[in-house]
T-cell receptor, first 119, second 109 residues
Framework: DTAVSQTPKYLVTQMGNDKSIKCEQN?????MYWYKQDSKKFLKIMFS???????INETVPNRFSPKSPDKAHLNLHINSLELGDSAVYFC??????????????????FGNGTRLTVT | TQLLEQSPQFLSIQEGENLTVYCNSS?????LQWYRQEPGEGPVLLVT?????EVKKLKRLTFQFGDARKDSSLHITAAQPGDTGLYLC?????????FGQGTTLQVKP
């Protein structure tokens, strides 16, 4: 009965490789996100999709390409991996992007993260 | 762009002690959420505060929203080892939730 699940949990790869992380949510939410958490634990938004449409792209290098085949899935493909890509990547979902207005009490639901290590 | 600053960044205390962590912004929050992240897991919502001056309690945790809605605090009474984790404040802005850099709390038995 996991709400937001992402795979794999750990990913170790060499520089220059291409890898993908998958995310699925069974909450019926319209909006999904990818966040990156660096070694200092800072959690920064990368992308947001609403009903399969890209709505937020936070100046992420174009080596990162999100894909949403349907509103329950948001995958992240990374080309030509670099050392600096090493981080924990979190998928999250919310009922809609418009919840971030005054008075909203709706939480963001996170997956348990994918720890990517580039060697 | 709204920036959230949390302090302290690290806190290591003994079981039974009290502590307060802070979240501040240069601009007004529309609302503010506090999350706790345990090792190997994603952040989980603790509380949302919306109204200036609001105080919410969750067992031994007390959350306060500043009158001007530019700051918030989280106070833990009689901390337990189970309180160990990363505490994040987040605020909604233009369709996304942005976070402070977090406070890492370690409670030693």
């Amino acid at each position: 009965d996991t709400a937001v699940s992402q795979t794999p949990k750990y990913l170790v790869t060499q520089m220059g490789n291409d890898k993908s992380i998958k995310c699925e949510q069974n909450l019926g939410h319209d909006t999904m996100y990818w966040y990156k958490q660096d070694s200092k634990k800072f959690l920064k938004i990368m992308f947001s999709y609403n009903n399969k449409e890209l709505i937020i792209n936070e100046t992420v290098p174009n080596r990162f390409s999100p894909k949403s085949p349907d509103k329950a899935h948001l995958n992240l493909h990374i080309n030509s991996l670099e050392l600096g890509d090493s981080a924990v990547y979190f998928c999250a979902s919310s009922p809609s992007q418009s919840i971030w207005r005054q008075g909203s009490t709706t939480p963001l639901h996170f997956g348990n993260g994918t720890r990517l290590t580039v060697t | 762009t709204q920036l959230l600053e949390q302090s302290p960044q690290f806190l290591s205390i003994q079981e039974g002690e009290n502590l307060t962590v802070y979240c501040n912004s240069s601009s007004v929050f529309s609302s503010l959420q506090w999350y706790r992240q345990e090792p190997g897991e994603g952040p989980v919502l603790l509380v949302t505060v919306v109204t200036g001056g609001e105080v919410k309690k969750l067992k031994r945790l007390t959350f306060q929203f500043g009158d001007a809605r530019k700051d918030s605090s989280l106070h833990i009474t009689a901390a337990q080892p189970g309180d160990t984790g990363l505490y994040l404040c987040g605020s909604g802005n233009t369709g996304k939730l942005i976070f402070g850099q977090g406070t890492t709390l370690q409670v030693k038995p």
